[in-house]
């Protein structure tokens, strides 16, 4: 069964440091996404990604946080200067459609 | 802002015994996902309703999208302990980039 992997699955990070957090979503799937789940909190859609470029964001993506598709395969999410508050699991997810998405493992991020 | 809201929060109950998990909005969404979510992993698939009044069967669980296509439910026959999770439900928006909105999740245990 294909799958989307993330990586890494665990980072710890200095607040203000920048973090890239990595996905190769699958590989036949034309949509990308971001989501996070602050822990004990629902899980939020940040960002999806077609075309190569950002087709829609939520509130939370703020200046602060970028995605890049820099090959046919890798789909990043960077934040730049972290915040305490940014620490949660962080999903990526991909589709064929815009919908029945497959979500990978996610990479749990802590902000120190 | 779109609202999902999904109840129980929490559900008990024995091996045997029949649940339903409902998800409600005001809102009306383009399609009703349900996912399984495992601790420390991301949410699973289990299916996609998109048609007003669509009902679906995946062996022992039925899934249902109302006639106003503003709400849902997942109802589980004869429920195992395999079925422990945690399940969601998210609404796709009408653009075709599918963000999806969740529900806060029920936490279902089954007891042998």
């Known amino acids: 069964e294909p799958e989307v992997t993330q990586t890494p699955s665990h980072q710890v990070t200095q607040m203000g440091q920048e973090v890239i957090l990595r996905c190769v979503p699958i590989?036949?799937?034309?949509?990308f996404y971001w989501y996070r789940q602050i822990l004990g909190q629902k899980v939020e859609f940040l960002v999806s990604?077609?075309?190569?470029?950002?087709?829609?964001k939520s509130e939370i993506f703020d200046d602060q946080f970028s995605v890049e598709r820099p090959d046919g395969s890798n789909f990043t999410l960077k934040i730049r200067s972290t915040k305490l508050e940014d620490s949660a699991m962080y999903f990526c997810?991909?589709?064929?459609?815009?919908?029945?998405?497959?979500f990978g493992s996610g990479t749990r991020l802590t902000v120190v | 802002t779109q609202l999902l809201e999904q109840s129980p929060q929490f559900l008990s109950i024995q091996e045997g015994e029949n649940l339903t998990v409902y998800c409600n909005s005001s809102?009306?969404?383009?399609?009703l996902q349900w996912y399984r979510q495992e601790p420390g992993e991301g949410p699973v698939l289990l299916v996609t309703?998109?048609?007003?009044?669509e009902v679906k069967k995946l062996k022992r669980l039925t899934f249902q999208f109302g006639d106003a296509r503003k709400d849902s439910s997942l109802h589980i026959t004869a429920a195992q302990p395999g079925d422990t999770g945690l399940y969601l439900c998210?609404?796709?928006?009408?653009?075709?980039?599918?963000?999806?909105?969740f529900g806060q999740g029920t936490i279902l245990t089954v007891h042998p």
């Open positions: 997810a991909s589709s064929a459609l815009g919908y029945g998405y497959t």
């Open positions: 590989s036949n799937h034309l949509y």
């Open positions: 990604f077609y075309n190569n470029e950002i087709s829609e």
């Open positions: 809102s009306v969404f383009s399609s």
């Open positions: 309703v998109v048609t007003g009044g």
């Open positions: 998210a609404g796709g928006s009408g653009t075709s980039y599918g963000k999806l909105t």
